[in-house]
């Protein structure tokens, strides 16, 4: 296979984009530096797409390999020819290579293999071949009768002759590529329930049937997961006349042999028995393979925009990690995320309690100046809620605070990690600090967490675990490389998702800071050990020295393009001190005067990374994330039973699905926005319009407070009346 003309089609990418991107992946570059470093090589591709390149790349490459297996596997039985080696060359999917190799694959003992050994294959071929002949398939088989054999009758020769034949069918390539296809196209899944008198959450399903070609992708991830709980059977089906039919045209030559006939009940045999049975797993592995990318794809969508939310930027913060028995506990932490002093409270005990309580929380607010108050989503996260907004209100305090996610901080809390970095904290009061940092830099505290844990997908325990790690693996480097790492106060688990650094290399960079002080250059990072010049090429750029003299230290210019950067001042008759002092001025203005190509061959540098250097230079310790809408922060809280249909209010995206999304409106339980609901055009996805983190307008559609659950619209309600 030509891999580099098939991602150019695949991709709809030039042949040059394709053939550097590769050569840059070969070369061990990581996709963040070729996605920021090398953008005239391949043609300003985002990192997504990069990835997705990459990954493309591995399954081709893994695809080439096994065809060679396949194909050395039958050439050592002497039985390789050109149209098996064209069909092997031509095969563009796994199932395809391995339907070829199915003849020749080693098998176990089969019905048609022991009719092979007693000698049954001659007349198999003879039945098979559908000649003329005056005596039928069976008068015929009584010729193969022997006792030493095993074979006592015509009867069980014949039957040894069908398993051969029928075995036969069901390894041709052709017939199971047109039923699988058939399969795809016209197959139903159906499933039904395994004790209809049981309730439960798939009850929907108990007598469910739809196309295979349309089903959706959560409702394949729901019967999986509804049968390997025991609550559902599952089947995909095909008419039986059009398997069968396939099955007559591949193998069926003439209709005047007297062996005609056999061969159709051979063929029933081989499909009932054989062929069914396997492409039915096909189809369903397919259907759940395929539900899994998708749902791993809107996972990573739903994780980028939620890492990259805006940070709340000096301010005192207070964590509270609610709980019923065990109390709420109580963090607060400085501007810097530092750790100023913590406790326990009970805000659902009695009234001696929670008034004891409010004194706590209302002398940590007055002693340390606390600004921003994040309280967890999670047991007792309601009455903390209220709690928080009582106090503030009785204290006319100008703090604020925000429901967070607090997904994953029981997982960190408890992790070797966090033990590490608070070992004279309990497991509890390192939540409630967690989820505090979680307000004041989203990106910083949740790259602690394994981002499986998360929980901003659906159906993630489902995924397979390794494809899932990958990709959200992945959007956790792009995004803390778009953001920029400060070398001199980034932790370790920050450290060693910037490109090129590796564990052991972030530790040792946070002990030389240890022992040699603050890094005061970029430069310094190669007296690092097992830092080396590959990994700096790499990690460089996207570590920021905000206390270097060279104020390009302190920005997103790689140090390869430092003399292109100080040719480029000094052409526009600027020094590198005017970018320390945010002095450049018309920098834009001067560029675009003399020209961006003409600056670029003088520099000998792309145009894109002049535009890049000129980015960069004119806001040094720029953060991405300061350009988005600030999170929502409230004064006060409201309930469920204060929903009325019709209300307008304010939210904010807590998880896009395939079926909508799910909206946090500041009543504890979050609505639900269907897809129908979310604009008044066709939309394939939910992501085609919203991203985690986004702040929107929803209309109260109806409450259900005993099932605790809020329909909402993005729709204006005139509109929503309209249609429906």
Known sequence: MDIIAKLTQEFSLQKWQVENTVKLIDEGNTIPFIARYRKEAHGTLNDQVLREISERLDYLRSLDKRREEVRAAIAAQDKLTDKISAALDKAEILSEIEDIYRPYRPKRKTRASVAREKGLEPLADVIF???????????????????????????????????????TISD????????RNLFSVVGVIASKAADPDKDSVYAQYYDYSEPVKRIANHRVLAIDRGEKEGYLKVSVTLELPKALGVIADETITSNTSVFTDTVREAGVDAYNRLIEPSIEREIRAMLTQRADADAIKVFAANLRPLLLQPPVKNKVALGLDPGYRTGCKVA??????????????????????????KQTVRRLIEKYGVEIIAIGNGTASKETEIFTAELLKEMQSRAKYMVVSEAGASVYSASKLAAEEFPQYDVSLRSAVSIARRLQDPLAELVKIDPKAIGVGQYQHDMPQKELGQALDGVVEDCVNNVGVDLNTASPSLLTRVAGVNATVAKNIVLYREENGAFTGRAQLKKVPKLGDKAYEQCAGFLRVAESRNPLDNTGVHPESYDAAKKLLALCGLELKDVKNGSLGQLSEKVDEIGKERIAEQLDIGVQTLEDIVKEMLRPGRDPRDELPPPMLRTDVMDMNDLLPGMELQGTVRNVIDFGAFIDIGVHQDGLVHISRITDHYIKHPSEVLTVGDIVTVWVVSVDPVKKRIALTMRKPKEEAKIG
């Open 129 to 167: 071949a559908q000649g003329q002949s005056d005596r039928t398939a069976l008068e015929l088989a009584a010729d193969y009768i022997n006792e030493e054999k095993q074979v006592n009758t015509a009867e069980e020769a014949l039957q040894g002759a069908m398993d051969i034949i029928a075995e």
């Open 172 to 179: 041709s390539a052709d017939i199971r590529r047109r039923i």
């Open 332 to 357: 607060v932490v400085d501007e810097t995320g530092r750790v100023l002093d913590t406790g326990v409270i009970y805000v659902t005990h009695s009234a001696g309690e929670k008034e004891k309580a």
